[in-house]
């Protein structure tokens, strides 16, 4: 998995044969600065854009063909005894039902490349199907969300916090009452902004938004993003939430300073987010968050406090790691395709039903 945060690729080996699943071995590996700079400014037009984006996926799959070869050294496993790779790509573009009624959203990978690199049975193009019956094709994680952080009887949120937030609310009906949406931005703004003045990819436990002040009107100017007053199920991703987009509304707000700009725009993150649980699981009494916001201690104490009544914590706490919920889920995506079970949810992305997501690439 390497998301919209671009910090990295995250690959675990997973053993789904038992009633619970394991997650046998985890690699984490950089993308060079030169391939994240590359796919990031892939997610806006620009000079040459089809033969650039080729390359980009070509590059992104040597380094998941690298993490595959690294998990297979780690847990001392060949190639024939893994079932197959699921591999989301690198969500450069995401406009569901855009311009034509039915849009389209694109991640770069090249799954084939994959296949033949690591002679392993790759999944890939997980989206696409929900997108042509209609949905979202994001989020795709809240079927495993209930998988793994459901509990009959008990109303669960679970928040994934990437380059984008997303947030899945599990009803105490378990499979029968699923809702999921993107709820804004995640680390994307504040990333960006931490790069743009501190020269740092990223705010190391919010410790600089921390020592700044949240700007009430700048932060009103930032909710009035009619993104946030759309209802569910919608999705978002860097095609409307990146700096172009901030250095719009700091127009007129020249004198905040950045470190206070950046403790807005954490607040802008902990508020979308607050919020959305609010509306849409102002029952659960417990939010489980994971992606690299979980790392991010300013973060999580500003969403705790905006969410006094629910407890708020780490998904380490229930079993799986922040950097390894997403790889994990994509890994149980994949299963469930070679299986042909459905994992979108009409509930979650709004699709004219359930769809088997994903496109087999034998070896």
């Not at 389209?104 to 392993?120: K, M, S």
């Not at 969403?303 to 919920?325: K, M, Y």
């Not at 469930?336 to 070896?363: D, E, F, H, N």
Request: aromatic share 6%; charged share 15%.
């Amino acid at each position: 998995m390497s998301g919209t945060s671009l910090d990295g690729v995250d690959g675990v080996l997973v053993d789904l044969s038992r009633d619970r699943l394991k997650v046998v071995a985890h690699v984490n590996a950089p993308l060079s600065q030169a391939l994240a700079d590359e796919l990031l400014a892939l997610n806006t037009p620009g000079v040459n854009e089809i033969h650039r984006s080729a390359l980009a996926a070509n590059a992104l799959v040597r380094v998941y063909a690298h993490i595959v070869a690294q998990l297979l050294h780690k847990t001392g496993l060949n190639a024939a005894q893994v079932a197959a790779i699921g591999a989301h790509g690198q969500t450069v573009r995401h406009q569901p039902q855009a311009y034509d009624g039915t849009g389209y959203t694109l991640q770069l990978n090249n799954p084939a490349l994959l296949a033949e690199l690591t002679g392993i049975d790759v999944v890939a193009d997980f989206r696409s199907r929900d997108i042509a019956a209609g949905g979202q094709g994001a989020p795709l994680v809240p079927a495993f969300h209930q998988s793994v952080f459901g509990r009959p009887g008990e109303t669960i949120a679970a928040l994934n916090i990437g380059g984008i937030s997303n947030l899945t609310v599990i009803g105490p009906n378990m499979a029968d009452d699923v809702q999921g949406f993107d709820c804004g931005p995640g680390n994307a703004l504040m990333d960006a902004w931490c790069q743009q003045h501190r020269e740092q990819a990223y705010d190391a436990d919010g410790a600089w938004a921390a020592a700044g002040r949240v700007h009430d009107g700048l932060l009103n100017r930032l909710l009035e993003e009619p993104y946030f007053a759309q209802p569910a199920p919608k999705s978002t991703g860097r095609d409307l939430f990146n700096p172009t987009w901030l250095n719009w509304r700091l127009d007129g707000f020249s004198s905040v300073a950045p470190v206070d700009v950046q403790a807005t725009l954490t607040e802008l993150t902990a508020t979308a987010c607050a919020t959305s649980v609010q509306q849409y699981g102002d029952d659960a009494r417990q939010l489980i968050i994971c992606g690299g916001g979980a790392f991010n201690g300013h973060l999580m104490r500003r969403i705790q406090a905006l969410l006094p009544d629910v407890e708020v914590d780490s998904s380490e706490s229930h079993g799986l790691p922040p950097q390894q919920v997403e790889a994990t889920a994509f890994a149980w995506l994949a299963s469930k395709t070679a299986l042909r079970q459905t994992t979108s949810l009409k509930t979650v992305t709004g699709a004219r039903g359930a769809r088997i997501s994903g496109a087999i690439y034998p070896a």
